[in-house]
């Protein structure tokens, strides 16, 4: 019974392999570059990221107004970083501008370092990764390639179809790896380097395969989430994280507008007292993300995330009075139920950066053998359909030979 099932098994992992190979090395050696997207970009450019300690730190509110007056503008954000030889990052609209440009301060002198549309080769580089990770780097060409959708949609929709047969093949092999008696079971958990190269070929395939079983899975459960519209609301209603757009209630209807309210005065608010009150409120090591409000009379939005290398991702959010820094309300992550934190993670469970650098290296290698899988697997392939060959061509010899 076993038998026969196994070989529809295996035909279902080597198709899918088969026809998802050439999309899947693509978007998963991207991938590998991408899990170090951040640090790539810090270290290249760290003329943006780090400063040299010298002195005292200017306050938030003195680098603030300096910044204002040199731009003309107002700073509407700020992300404030745990560590001293980091810049302070301001979120500043100016005059005319759609939405606001990041500038990248040094705290000690104040000095504007950079901004966020001068574009360096650290970035782009990493931007042709993430197109290629996500678009297949269709989105770059600028003639359209089928009428009925952009080229984005459609790398969207291929990178889709790929994840979900790397999805079927990954969840195949999990039953292919089993050996038929129970005995040979530890030779699928080493690599006989002493064998020929294709046996060598077939253990790396079968044993990596194994090992990054699960990270291999959380990678493509997750992945067609940012490609088709009904997996993304499949995964928010599973995980209890669906929100209906806005204009239509729980019933399907349109929901009441809100009244108009007059608008109060602007009020100043002390960066430096925001901090204070956001570090006091959420009292462990951690990286800021002040957001003012948008209108008069609006909350302040404070995130905070933490910092180390088993760090839990999961920011908690704080919506703070702006004129007496009172907590309105506080969203913290640990209060959501389990469903709700995974189902909230999906980005971090995808990248690894579900525990800090502790899995983001973990995610860094399993997408490496996913990237080698695809190669792996059409070797083993590939010989065996030589191996085929060579059997049929020997037949009628020995057949002839028996005659005689």
Known sequence: MWKPIRKFLNDIHLYAGLISGLIVIAV?????????????????????????????????????????????????????FQAEDRSVQFGVKTAGAERPTTFYVNPYSGEILANNTEKTGAEKFMGYMFSLHRWLLLNEIEEPILESMSNQELGRFINGV???????????????????????????????????????????????????????????????????????????????????????????????????????????????????KSNSELSYPGNLRISLPSKPGGDLSVSKSRTGFFAKA?????????????????????????????????????????????TKFIWFVACLIATSLPITGTLIWWNKRKKKKTSKAKTPVTTMAEMA
Not at 178 to 199: A, E, H, M, Y
Request: charged share 20%.
């Open 162 to 276: 790929a994840t979900l047969l790397f999805l079927l093949g990954v969840i195949t092999g999990i039953f292919i790896w089993f050996p038929q008696k129970v005995k040979n079971w530890k030779q699928g958990l080493k690599i006989k380097w002493s064998g020929n190269w294709k046996r060598v070929n077939h253990d790396l395939h079968n044993t990596l395969a194994f090992y990054s079983l699960v990270v291999l899975f959380i990678m493509a459960v997750t992945g067609p989430f940012w490609s088709y519209q009904w997996y993304r609301e499949g995964w928010q209603k599973t995980f209890d994280t669906y929100q209906a757009p806005r204009g239509e209630n729980a019933g399907g209807g349109q929901e009441e507008k809100p009244k108009e309210e007059i608008p109060a005065e602007p009020v100043f608010i002390s960066l430096d007292q925001v901090v204070a």
């Open 28 to 80: 998963c050696l991207s991938g590998t570059i991408y899990v170090y997207n951040t640090e790539i970009r810090e270290t290249a450019d760290s003329e943006r990221y780090f400063v040299e300690a010298s002195g005292e730190m200017k306050t938030l509110d003195e680098l603030k107004s300096m910044v204002e007056t040199e731009l003309q503008g107002e700073v509407v954000s700020a992300n404030v």
């Open 314 to 358: 999961g920011a908690d959010q704080l919506s703070l009075n702006p004129s007496t820094l009172e907590v309105k309300e506080a969203k913290l992550f640990a209060d959501l139920p389990v469903r709700q934190q995974i189902g909230r993670s999906v980005k971090a469970l995808h990248t690894g950066e579900i525990f800090g650098q502790f």
